[in-house]
């Protein structure tokens, strides 16, 4: 890649389906769907000349938002790359920065430093966009003058400006600030060479690469977010959907307090997988052919670091009592995983069967299909056992919402809840991740559900419903967006 050209990368926002709040313990598994909402992070040469001190310059650009331009000066001698941000910003950007500032003093020990000043040389220019679904486009649409649907959220272009300041916009909950640090911090690296590929022609990452990319998006998250969290969102963002298990929180709490000045060589020996083991586990995942993810973000919104604090807290209070109940829904959310694998199987070994019992179960609301499709084949049986799995998820949620007093699942989340499964072909419903207010999901089996569902949520008058238009994407992260036929290449570029 020359000094001249761009590099975009993009990366997935998630919906955690399973393990809500067991993802922060390494003994438990969670299930985390990709999304194809992505962030993209478009890196190019600008032409700011270097200064009389040597240093030089790199923007950052949001267009979606208000005083979203932050100025960076990029000091290097020797290995050593200095990020500094530049006081005369009317707003500043910790994510961004932290993103900067350690990626490139990373890179700064891993690229000769002949190439690093060779890329910079004339500056940088770093645009930054989110697809529409990362933030409500609530307001968007009374503007419009267009009632809350999905054929009214198509009507919105991409990359809208959400007319407010990032620190005042409304999110959907959909991993926003671990997808833009994942597509920034791969971006950088790739932009200045730091990443190999797994062979001279491919454009797909190494391994190595591609977990020291992961390691230094969840350090530099972490850092953002003042502690070392479950890191599900993060490893969606690099690897797409998959089952997780967390990596031990002691990997990163250990570095956590190093310097990007004098500490990078002691940071790499923790961050490289060739010198430190992580011991979180991801294994590949998707949705079975004709199962369909659907979204909304609701408005009423909960705080989800007080949800986690309380749970664990009582958590802490109570430990024989939540450990129960921890372990049955531990192994309640592994089994419905399971199921889900053994239906993707089934579609593989038996795809005409398969594809008449999604009819069949289409037809009818989930709750009948025990007696209306038992013994019909494995399909049937698989996709009334994931009903009747998840309905035991749920109950096991709502059960720790009573006895910690955290609103997981919500009485009126719930009534919502039933009333899409009451939709036939409604295979799952249920709150994502920490649950509460802020959002709900529902696998559906054909598109007749689909518009029966978003008929129950627009119907809904104990809370405002608001569906997304994303969908499941298996696709991780550091995708490189330069064919300049694709809508959103084109987008950034025009920046």
């Not at 709040?21 to 992070?41: E, H, K, N």
């Not at 500094?84 to 707003?91: M, Q, T, W």
């Not at 889900?340 to 999604?358: G, V, W």
Request: glycine fraction near 6%; include cysteine.
């Amino acid at each position: 890649m020359s000094s001249s050209e761009p590099t975009i990368i993009s990366a997935p926002g998630k919906v955690l389906i399973a393990g809500g709040y067991l993802v922060l313990d390494p003994a438990f598994s969670g299930l985390v769907v990709a999304t194809d909402a992505r962030f993209y992070t478009l890196v190019r040469p600008s032409s700011f000349p270097k200064t009389t001190s040597g240093q030089y310059k790199i923007t950052v650009r949001s267009p979606q938002f208000e005083n979203a331009i932050w100025n960076y000066w990029v000091a290097i001698q020797d290995k050593n790359v200095q990020v500094i941000a530049s006081k005369e910003d009317e707003s500043n950007n910790t994510f961004v920065e932290l993103a900067l500032v350690y990626s490139l003093a990373i890179i700064g020990h891993l690229v000769p430093v002949e190439t690093i000043t060779e890329k910079i040389s004339t500056g940088l220019s770093i645009v930054i966009a989110g697809n529409n679904d990362f933030y409500s486009q609530r307001n968007e649409l009374t503007k419009r003058g267009l009632p809350l649907n999905s054929a009214s959220l198509r009507q919105i272009p991409l990359f809208a400006p959400t007319h407010t300041t990032l620190g005042k916009v409304s999110k959907t909950g959909l991993g926003s600030s671990a997808a833009l640090i994942t597509s920034l911090v791969s971006a950088i690296f790739i932009h200045f060479g730091a990443c190999k590929m797994q062979g001279p022609e491919s454009t797909e990452l190494s391994v190595n690469s591609t977990k020291l990319l992961h390691n230094t998006a969840q350090f530099v998250h972490c850092l953002a977010q003042g502690k070392v969290g479950s890191g599900f969102d993060v490893s969606s963002a690099v690897w797409g959907s998959h089952t997780y298990r967390r990596f031990s929180p002691e990997i990163l709490q250990e570095v956590m307090h190093l310097d990007a000045k004098d500490d990078i060589p002691a940071l790499l020996k923790v961050l490289d997988p060739e010198q430190t083991t992580w011991d979180n586990l991801v294994v590949p995942f998707r949705l079975a052919p004709r199962l369909h993810l659907m979204l909304a973000d609701i408005d009423a919104g909960s705080h989800t670091p007080t949800l986690v604090s309380n749970v664990l807290k009582w958590r802490k209070n109570k430990a024989e009592e939540a450990n129960t109940l921890w372990t049955l829904l531990g192994a309640a959310n592994d089994k419905v995983v399971e199921l889900l694998k053994r239906l993707d199987e089934a579609a593989k070994e038996h795809p005409q069967e398969y594809d008449s019992a999604i009819q069949r179960a289409s037809s009818l609301p989930a709750a009948e299909w025990s007696t209306s499709l038992a013994g019909q084949d494995v399909a049937s049986e698989l996709l009334t056992l994931i009903y009747q799995g998840f309905s035991t998820v749920r109950g096991y949620l709502r059960e720790m919402s009573r006895l910690s007093e955290v609103p997981i699942e919500p009485a009126e989340q719930t009534r919502l809840l039933d009333a899409c499964l009451a939709v036939p072909g409604v295979l799952m419903a249920g709150v994502p991740g920490a649950g509460g207010y802020d959002a709900i999901f529902c696998i559906v089996l054909s598109d007749e559900s689909r518009k029966a569902v978003e008929s129950v949520w627009s119907g809904f008058k104990e809370m405002n419903v608001g569906p997304l238009l994303c969908k499941e994407s298996v696709e991780g992260g550091l995708v490189m967006e330069l064919d300049l036929k694709q809508e959103q290449t084109k987008a950034m570029l025009s920046y």
